[in-house]
């Protein structure tokens, strides 16, 4: 609204272009345009002439607002001022007007500074693992200085991502390095042993062992460092370790003398050993010459032999040359087939040290053998003559007595007892001692006489069944002797059973009058003689029984 301005007195009836004017009025915000109610003439009463207004307009303009365009803002004044959206400049941060923009029109035109503070921005590097390279934080736009490269393990620096700004750029940057994966090598080194390839690969990739190498006459040790379980950042020489090997040459003597094995190092010196022996056999070398040094391997050499020849020589029973032959040695040595005679000896067989007989002559010994003949002296005794009916028992003979004569026929002559019934083995002799009748009849003596050392080695008595009086014949009388002991006339069996040694005559008497085997002679024994006498009954001469006659 106006003020009031001025005062004045007018005449009434003063005209309007002579009544007083007042300077123009000023209005804050408005334009004076002059009176309003200047009556044309005074009137009669008091007047109010009012001033007329015209409210301005005016502009706020905005400066260095960045890089946002903002309107300058024109309207009334004292109207309310919407303030613009805040401007925005490339590496800076606003900070406000200066002046402030009022909240309502001022009365005049007025310009408001955008007030900045410059940023500061970082530039992060990302190494992707390698070397920690510092971050830049400074003032946007503001040079920059390129950091050194970042190194990495198992890897060659290949640029950054992006290109590193010359100067600071209005945000925070990150720029990752670019790698390339290096590549290494692992050389082994096998000191002379078989060839390992070499491994060539990226860094950081498994490493596959490769196989161990192998070298003649040693054994692989492992290696000198560890074969890593990935490509290390580096080049790397590993090298073999070899432990020498120890080998053995066997000497197999094939059953001669032992030779010591040679157990050495590899490639070593070997020193043969002396030449074996085997019995009965000349050494005739090795199967595959000793080496001069040690091999890589485990040798058996074996023994070569010549077998030898040796004479074995068979005696005859005086000490001559019964058979004789030359045979390998160790070949089984038969017996001739005949054997060497020597009267009166039974050859028992051959004998290597002349004492005992061996029915294994063994092999040929490694040297010329002898063998002897072993005898046994025939033993002197008495023996039958082929095809007779003579018995020899020696069954109920006590010693002296070896036993007694069976079988002979009657009335028999000496020289037709040792010509037809009895005969010597050996080197002896008979002795016939006839009865008193002359005849060799029962308790004949018949000695067997050692012709070399003229001694009585067996005595006989002779037995004709039913002859008790040793005439050689069986007759009355002799059934009369029985009948005189049967009735205890005589006593004689008596005597001659109880007798000790049963060596005299009346026991050959018992033997030949006891025809029931009873033991006794009594009347049933001359009861049986007298069938004999009597030719109702025969005597078996060998056995001693009686058999009646059929009929």
């Given at each position: ?65 960045g890089d946002t365009v903002i309107a300058p803002i024109t309207q009334n004044y004292n109207t309310d001022i919407e303030v613009p959206e805040d401007p925005t400049k490339t590496g ?460």
């Amino acid at each position: 609204a106006g003020v009031n301005h001025a005062e004045y007195d007018v005449v009434y009836g003063t005209a309007a272009a002579d009544m007083p004017v007042p300077e123009e009025p000023v209005r804050e915000g408005y334009t004076f345009k002059g009176w309003q109610g200047i009556p044309p003439t005074m009137p009669a009463k008091d007047t109010t002439v009012t001033a007329n207004w015209a409210i301005n307009q005016y502009t706020i303009t905005f400066a260095d607002t960045g890089d946002t365009v903002i309107a300058p803002i024109t309207q009334n004044y004292n109207t309310d001022i919407e303030v613009p959206e805040d401007p925005t400049k490339t590496g800076y941060t606003f900070n406000g007007w200066s002046p402030a923009v009022p909240a309502k029109m001022p009365a005049e035109d007025m310009t408001v500074t955008a007030q900045w503070t410059i940023n500061q921005y970082t530039i992060t590097f990302d190494t992707d693992g390698g070397s920690t390279v510092n971050s830049i934080t400074q003032d946007y736009d503001t040079a920059i200085t390129a950091p050194e490269n970042p190194t990495k393990t198992g890897y060659t620096f290949a640029g950054w991502d992006k290109e590193i700004p010359a100067t600071m750029p209005a945000e925070n940057v990150t720029i990752k390095a670019k790698w390339t994966i290096n590549q290494y090598t692992i050389t082994f080194n096998t000191d002379g042993g078989t060839e390992v390839a070499p491994i060539t690969q990226d860094y950081a990739t498994d490493v596959t062992a490769p196989a161990n190498p192998t070298k003649t006459g040693y054994t692989f040790d492992g290696w000198d460092k560890e074969i890593p379980a990935t490509m290390p950042a580096e080049n790397v020489t590993i090298t073999a370790k070899w432990k020498i090997n120890q080998y053995t040459i066997t000497f197999n003597t094939d059953g001669g003398s032992e030779v010591a094995p040679i157990t050495q190092n590899y490639a070593t010196d070997v020193t043969a050993p002396a030449n074996p022996t085997k019995t009965g056999y000349t050494f005739n070398g090795w199967d595959k010459e000793i080496p001069a040094t040690m091999p890589a391997e485990n040798v058996t050499i074996t023994a070569k032999w010549t077998i030898n020849q040796y004479k074995v020589t068979f005696l005859d029973a005086e000490g001559g040359v019964f058979s004789e032959s030359t045979l390998d040695y160790g070949t089984p040595i038969a017996a001739p087939a005949d054997s060497p005679a020597k009267e009166f000896y039974n050859f028992e067989g051959w004998s290597l040290d002349g004492a005992t007989v061996v029915t294994d002559l063994g092999t040929v010994p490694a040297d010329n053998v002898t063998i002897t003949p072993i005898y046994t002296r025939v033993e002197v005794t008495l023996t039958i003559v082929g095809g007779s009916t003579t018995v020899i028992d020696k069954s109920n003979a006590t010693p002296p007595v070896t036993g007694y004569i069976y079988g002979l026929e009657t009335r028999l002559t000496q020289a037709k007892l040792l010509d037809q019934y009895i005969d010597v083995v050996g080197d002896g002799r008979l002795v016939v001692t006839p009865t008193k009748y002359k005849v060799c009849g029962t308790g004949a003596k018949v000695e067997v006489i050692d012709n070399v050392t003229d001694t009585v080695v067996e005595t006989y008595y002779i037995i004709i069944f039913g002859d008790i009086n040793g005439d050689a014949s069986i007759d009355a009388s002799d059934t009369s002797m029985l009948g005189s002991e049967a009735v205890g006339i005589t006593n004689w069996s008596s005597d001659a059973v109880d007798s000790e040694g049963k060596t005299n005559y009346d026991y050959c008497k018992v033997l030949a009058g006891d025809t029931n085997k009873d033991g006794v002679i009594n009347a049933t024994d001359k009861s049986n003689l007298t069938d004999v006498t009597l030719y109702l009954a025969e005597y078996d001469q060998q056995t001693g029984v009686i058999t009646p006659y059929a009929g």
